[in-house]
């Protein structure tokens, strides 16, 4: 069940950014079961935000991978946080739409990574991102690839030519989206 304040939230910023409503509660349900609380380390995330430079933070090097230690040159927000906080906070996913910390900081975000369990900051960031992969997939993948996208980063297809997170698609189909995935089945 989605509580009010969530819903409110999601009603605003999906007529913000022009998100179908039943897609943002069906990814809400999907990744926190409406925890506004929801929190996970990613270790294996890869994708990290350097602020100093305000673009993608470089290739990690092997050893630096899966590591509790942030190398020396990422950045941080200093009277924030460390840098070793940074660099795990931007590889958590937090709150009710569980986004990931480094996208979080590549929109903007500058508060420290809990104030992501605020529904009002984790749902406008987690729209924004939404409305981001809708441009980019959009077009030919319909929601469900966006959903993917939100997913996995970008839409990826096995050898059997189904989504790689195709159960992650049909999760949120059957918290309510099914009706916006229909067209990435007529057009496959």
């Given at each position: ?105 590549e929109y ?13 900051q984790g ?66």
């Open positions: 069940m989605i509580a009010d304040k969530i819903q409110e939230h999601a009603e605003n910023y999906s007529k913000l950014f022009h998100i179908p409503l039943q897609l943002i509660l069906a990814i809400i349900m999907t990744e926190s079961s409406g925890s506004v609380w929801a929190w996970r380390t990613e270790a294996h995330y890869r994708y990290l935000w350097d602020l100093r430079k305000k673009a993608p933070f470089r290739t990690l090097e092997k050893h630096e991978r899966n590591n509790e230690i942030a190398p020396k040159d990422f950045g941080y927000i200093r009277g924030l946080s460390s840098r070793n906080t940074e660099w795990i906070g931007q590889q958590a996913s937090w709150g009710c739409m569980q986004v990931m910390g480094a996208v979080a900081r903007g975000f500058t508060e420290a990574f809990p104030q992501l369990s605020d529904p009002g749902i406008y960031y987690g729209c924004k991102h939404l409305d981001t992969l809708r441009n980019v997939w959009f077009e030919k993948y319909g929601w469900a690839g966006v959903a993917a996208a939100y997913n996995a980063g970008s839409v990826r297809f096995g050898k059997d030519c189904e989504l790689v997170n195709q159960h992650y698609v049909d999760t949120v189909a059957g918290h309510g989206a099914a009706d916006l995935f229909k067209r990435m089945e007529a057009t496959a």
